[in-house]
């Protein structure tokens, strides 16, 4: 067990619809990542979050957006769902930007859009 | 080209055999080494990481890296059924983690009994 988790493990959804998906970091740890998984494209770079602040962003979709909130958890929002979007989205934590290269993942949600 | 190449497998050993994994990437800017371990349906786990090139070892487990070929390595020593799993590589530029993780495709490695 990572330290990190993330709800709900699953989601099922139509084309269109939005969701939001949320990540509790590990204990102490400022810096939130998430990540999309596809079997096409592997594991990919969405965005960081250091401390609420956006700080780094990777190929995130205009369509998808990220936040943190003061007690450090972060939701990455997911709108106009299309069939590509279906895939596993992990959370990753780390403690500050000095140790960025030890991030920690969550178990991912798994999403389907229908 | 991919930044990170890593061959998909599956890659098939008996138990007890060393493993042989690698990576190739094209970037000389990444700086931070890692490798995870990923079971079917589960989060990635960090299993070693190493700053720039040479060598570093934990338990069964050793990474190295060769920054002048652009090449990273990990031997897994006496491999056991239970390190039947897909390994991924993943590397950073900045230890500061602002560019976040790019990934390998990622091995599956199989260990026979």
């Known amino acids: 067990d990572s330290g990190v988790t993330q709800t709900p493990k699953h989601l099922i959804t139509a084309t269109g619809q939005r969701v939001t998906l949320r990540c509790s970091p590990r204990s102490g740890d400022l810096s939130v990542y998430w990540y999309q998984q596809s079997l096409d494209q592997g594991l990919q770079f969405l965005i960081q979050?250091?401390?609420?602040?956006?700080?780094a962003k990777g190929n995130i979709l205009e369509r998808f957006s990220a936040q943190q909130f003061p007690d450090l958890h972060s939701e990455l929002n997911l709108s106009s769902l299309e069939l590509g979007d279906s895939a596993l989205y992990f959370c990753a934590s780390s403690g500050s930007p000095g140790s960025g290269e030890t991030q920690y993942f969550g178990p991912g949600t798994r999403l389907l859009v229908l | 080209q991919k930044e990170v190449e890593q061959d998909p497998g599956p890659l098939s050993v008996p138990e007890g055999a060393i493993v042989s994994l690698n990576c190739t990437y094209s970037?000389?800017?990444?700086?931070?080494f890692m490798w995870y371990r990923q079971y079917s349906r589960k989060g990635p786990e960090l299993l070693m990481y190493?700053?720039?090139?040479g060598n570093k070892e934990d338990g069964r487990f050793t990474a190295q890296v060769d920054k002048s070929s652009k090449y990273i390595s990990l031997f897994i020593r006496d491999s056991q059924p239970s390190d039947s799993a897909t390994y991924l590589c993943?590397?950073?530029?900045?230890?500061?983690?602002?560019?976040?993780?790019?990934f390998g495709k990622g091995t599956h490695l199989i260990i026979q009994p």
């Open positions: 970037n000389s800017a990444f700086q931070y």
């Open positions: 190493t700053y720039s090139s």
């Open positions: 979050y250091y401390n609420g602040e956006e700080r």
């Open positions: 993943a590397m950073t530029k900045s230890g500061g983690g602002a560019d976040g993780l790019t």
